[in-house]
């Protein structure tokens, strides 16, 4: 995945480097994938403070030395 933000868009292209072919080629409007991206990192933290909750361990957000307890 090459990702390149020039303006106002932000450009998307997903190559298969074995065959040295473009699989999908995107242009989105950068203000707006912004926008979606703030919404998805704050529904993302309020999903892994759930989870987090209901398992008793947070091995999402930060490093793991060992295997977590998670509540029964």
Wanted: glycine residues 6%; charged residues 25%.
């Amino acid at each position: 995945m090459q990702i390149h933000a020039q303006g106002d868009a932000v450009y998307l292209l997903q190559r298969d480097p074995d065959e040295d072919e473009a699989l999908a080629a995107l242009c989105v409007p950068r203000a707006e994938l912004v926008r979606q991206v703030a919404q998805l990192r704050e529904r993302t933290q309020g999903l892994i403070a759930r989870l987090s909750g209901e398992l008793g361990a947070d091995v999402w957000t930060s490093y793991v030395r060992t295997e977590p307890t998670f509540a029964p």
